[in-house]
């Protein structure tokens, strides 16, 4: 069953705005990740941050976690077309899990 | 490096049919795992393997079969295809450790008529 559940499910912005995203679950987690996909393609590893974390930064992108909460945020900034792609959450378990579990995704339209 | 590659990238196939998804990946990852991604169900894991000789079930296992001889190849076996098999198929490597950051395939669309 899904662990992640993204919000909104839909967004699109305009190029050069900020876009967020963000991901609620239900367990206690050893990490969320972030992936990309683009249409037809492999998912992409964005960014991983842990549990033990609250924030992190890679280039444009900014996520935080807050474990009290059960939530995570996605932020792009200064979008680009070439952001338009769906983007996924997935959690690595507690407890020496092996597996990933992901949610359902959102789809992200950046507007040139 | 050829990362995590996927054969066939299209398959048609009529009910009842077998067929093999293959994968194989050259970054000597011991971490390999399948899912299937279903319009708006996100990705759902079918089987993983934490190493040559080992697989475990995942989420949706009922239906496919894996092995593991090799590190390198971590192939998905449909056994009787039915419709409801119908997905775009990933298969994923990582190194060994927690759920770290996995690498994907380019996948394979599967139709069962």
């Known amino acids: 069953s899904q662990q992640g559940e993204e919000d909104p499910q839909a967004l699109s912005i305009q190029e050069g705005e900020n876009a967020t995203m963000n991901c609620s679950y239900k367990?206690?987690?050893?990490?969320l990740q972030w992936y990309r996909q683009n249409s037809g393609r492999g998912l992409v590893h964005l960014i991983l941050i842990r549990s033990n974390e609250r924030e992190k930064h890679s280039g444009r992108l900014r996520v935080t976690l807050d474990t009290s909460k059960k939530s995570s945020s996605l932020l792009i900034t200064a979008s680009r077309a070439a952001d338009t792609a769906s983007y996924f959450c997935?959690?690595?378990?507690?407890?020496?899990?092996?597996?990933?579990?992901f949610g359902k995704g959102m789809k992200l339209t950046v507007n040139p | 490096n050829a990362g995590v590659t996927q054969t066939p990238k299209f398959q048609v196939l009529k009910t009842g049919q077998s067929m093999t998804l293959q994968c194989a990946q050259d970054m000597n990852h011991e971490y390999m795992s399948w899912y299937r991604q279903d319009p708006g169900m996100g990705l759902r894991l079918i089987h993983y393997s934490v190493g040559a000789g080992i697989t475990d079930q995942g989420e949706v296992p009922n239906g496919y079969n894996v092995s593991r001889s090799t590190t390198e190849d971590f192939p998905l076996r449909l056994l009787s295809a039915a419709p409801s098999q119908t997905s775009v198929y990933f298969c994923a490597s990582r190194t060994s450790g927690r759920s770290d950051e996995q690498f994907f395939g380019p996948g394979t669309r599967l139709t069962v008529l």
């Open positions: 367990t206690s987690i050893n990490n």
């Open positions: 997935a959690t690595g378990a507690q407890g020496g899990s092996e597996k990933l579990v």
